[in-house]
């Protein structure tokens, strides 16, 4: 088979191909017998009736459409196999000659992962500074004192709430959630809600209800909503009485081992640098393979952008944004191809069977086990890439 392969821009290729009848001929064939075992010929078993009788009851034109459908899928196999081409879109095939007798000729068109030309990522591995955030005495001290709070009193009072005591309200607001009713609880004047929500509730006694506007503030999460007014109704559930533990040594063993308070301390430190280490980490991660897609050569395939724009956003696509991760993921894999960076059946299974083992038992028939181990392979490739990139930086 004369075979022709063209490079187009937009990382997409074009295979044209001549098939001789002669070789054409051998899926005829196979398209009959196949085309046998579905019809029922009247006087014949299926599969047994002679090539003519089958040939005269579908007709030659429908035999060779169907031997076309064949070749094509056959051929388009051999093809980029052999010329070691990786398809990341459904192929478009076109006809452009199919006779009885003459050659059968077909064009198809795929996009394909572009050639992958690196920059040079250990130098930009070896280069690109790792940040070290520290833990703020206050940070301690805070975390400290969220711990005393989920180990506090509370007693029911009968009085109007003030600044410091603990409340439960429900409220709700047509502009959130179709004025869904949400329920809170917290301290009076440390709650974080909205500038002027907290306020309106000194006074209000367990029971009481009020309704109050509200101006959404420039920081609020929906921005839609940044700058409107708001209706919020509003019902005081409970007003109590917090009265948190004495800080002491005697408390410190209560919460596990340890013998002082300073102990505490410490162990709430170490758990917070852990977490400041691993952000850290992570942004340097960030960091250094966006300097290596930057510094990188290579066409980025308009169909992955595509998916991946419509996987970030709903609303309106963020082209730039989707093609900045979608050649970040390409310099990705490539640096673990080139390494020949591996991730074993056992590795994948161990951390399927770890994340089962956390998964309601009669809830894991409706899990996607093919696409969980395909996800989990994923996370561990990166993983090992950017440990490979760590090294670099330490060498």
């Known amino acids: 088979m004369k075979t022709e392969i063209n490079k187009l ?3 997409q290729v074009e295979i044209v191909c001549e098939m001789p009848w002669e070789e054409f001929d051998v899926y005829r064939v196979k398209a009959i017998a196949n085309l046998s075992q579905k019809i029922k010929v009247p006087g014949f078993r299926p599969g047994k009736a002679p090539q003519g009788v089958i040939e005269n009851d579908v007709g030659k034109e429908e035999i060779i459409v169907e031997a ?8 388009f196999e051999e093809i980029i196999n052999k010329e070691k081409l990786e398809p990341i ?11 009885n ?10 996009e394909v992962l572009p050639e992958i030309i690196l920059s040079d990522y250990k130098k930009i591995a070896k280069e690109t500074q790792q940040e070290k955030s520290e833990v703020a005495g206050k940070e301690v001290e805070e975390t400290l ?35 869904k009713l949400f329920k809170d609880g917290f301290l009076l004047g440390k709650g974080g809600l909205i500038k002027g ?76 640098q852990k977490e400041k280490d691993s952000q850290d980490m992570l942004r340097w991660q960030e960091n ?19 998916i991946e724009a419509k996987r970030i956003s709903n609303e309106t696509p963020d082209i730039p944004k989707a093609q900045k991760k979608v050649k970040e993921f390409l310099c990705l894999q490539q640096i673990g191809k080139e390494n020949h960076i591996e991730v074993s059946l056992t590795e994948i299974e161990q951390q399927v069977n770890r994340y089962l083992t956390n998964y309601p038992q009669e809830k894991t028939k409706e899990i996607d086990i093919p696409r969980l181990k395909e996800y989990y392979k994923g996370i561990l490739f990166n993983e090992k890439v950017f440990k490979l990139l760590e090294g670099f930086y330490n060498s």
């Open 288 to 306: 250094v393979i966006a300097k290596v897609a930057e510094k990188s050569n290579f066409e980025v395939p308009e169909g992955l952008v595509l």
């Open 89 to 99: 879109s459904p192929p478009q095939a076109d006809i452009l000659k199919l006779a």
């Open 68 to 75: 076309s459908k064949m070749a094509l899928q056959e051929k």
């Open 197 to 272: 929500f907290e306020e309106n509730l000194i006074g209000m006694k367990e029971s009481d209800e009020k309704e109050i506007e509200i101006v959404f503030p420039d920081n609020f999460v929906k921005k839609d909503l940044v700058g409107k007014k708001s209706h919020f109704k509003i019902k005081m559930e409970k007003v109590k009485e917090m009265t948190l533990p004495i800080l002491s040594d005697d408390f410190a063993k209560t919460l596990g081992k340890f013998e002082t308070v300073n102990d505490v301390k410490k162990s709430i430190q170490e758990g917070i």
């Open 9 to 11: 821009p937009k990382c």
């Open 145 to 179: 004192n969220w711990v005393l709070r989920t180990r506090a009193e509370f007693k029911e009072l009968d009085t109007q709430a003030k600044e410091g005591d603990f409340v439960e309200i429900a409220y709700q607001s047509p502009e959130l959630e179709n004025n």
């Open 101 to 110: 007798g003459n050659p059968f000729c077909f064009k198809i068109k795929i």
